[in-house]
């Protein structure tokens, strides 16, 4: 199997290889093109989880098994203009809403509990995770740039550009500059991470984009 990622940094798609007897998960809806003999399965893989991964991630409840009966090519895109990155994985990787694109069948879903500073961070309680050993592709909004941070090392993100991180770091969210801060100065929530670990980090803010077209949609004051 061989993971290709085509123009990178704007609106990237992913181009997944499969030698025959192989087969890769990809969130529903993420199909562009295939050639090859390809059958496709849709399941919840584990009803439980998939409860989980829907009505507490905001994931799909349906995933899409593609398995290759000879040797084929198949194309993936997000949701969102932005990036791909591919990510080797051996352990967790903690992953925001709507940012999984793709993985080995060897990789599992599931949902992490984040407590409340999930919830003040803007993801909800809940985030998804992915573990084992294999590859996935994550999507974000914007570019993607990786930090790795060494044991003890720290990193301060704003929420809105977190697309990723490992599951071995640690983090904490606040205020940015206290509360004056965040109400006038345009500053939202931060998170505080502390290696060792990778940060996957998207270069544009969804939420901050989503409030803007907001600003931009005539208001009904109800009057004729």
Same mark, same amino acid.
């Given at each position: ?111 992490? $509990? %984040? #407590?409340? =500073? +999930?919830?003040?961070? /803007? ?8 573990? @084992?050993? !294999? ?40 205020? $940015? %500059? #206290?509360? =004056? +801060?965040?109400?006038? /100065? ?8 502390? @290696?060792? !670990? ?27």
């Amino acid at each position: 199997m061989r993971f290709d990622v085509e123009f990178k940094g704007s609106y990237s798609i992913l181009f997944v290889t499969l030698s025959p007897g192989e087969s890769i998960l990809a969130e529903t809806g993420a199909l562009v093109s295939m050639t090859g003999n390809v059958n496709v399965e849709t399941s919840t893989g584990g009803i439980f989880k998939a409860l989980k991964r829907a009505l507490l991630g905001g994931e799909h409840l349906f995933l899409n098994k593609f398995s290759a009966l000879s040797k084929s090519r198949i194309a993936f895109a997000p949701r969102l203009p932005g990036d791909i990155e591919v990510v080797s994985l051996n352990g967790g990787l903690i992953v925001q809403s709507t940012s999984f694109l793709a993985s080995d069948v060897s990789i599992d879903l599931d949902t992490k $509990f %984040g #407590g409340f =500073k +999930s919830f003040f961070a /803007g993801e909800g309680f809940f985030l998804l995770k992915l573990s @084992g050993i !294999g590859k996935a592709a994550i999507s974000s909004f914007g570019a993607i740039y990786t930090i790795t941070l060494d044991a003890g090392e720290k990193l301060t993100v704003d929420t809105g550009h977190i697309v990723a991180f490992d599951e071995t770091m640690s983090y904490s969210v606040r205020t $940015f %500059g #206290g509360i =004056k +801060s965040t109400l006038f /100065g345009g500053e939202g929530l931060v998170c505080d991470f502390v @290696g060792p !670990g990778r940060i996957f980090i998207q270069t544009r803010n969804y939420p901050d984009f989503v409030s803007w077209i907001k600003s931009l949609v005539p208001k009904d004051t109800g009057s004729r």
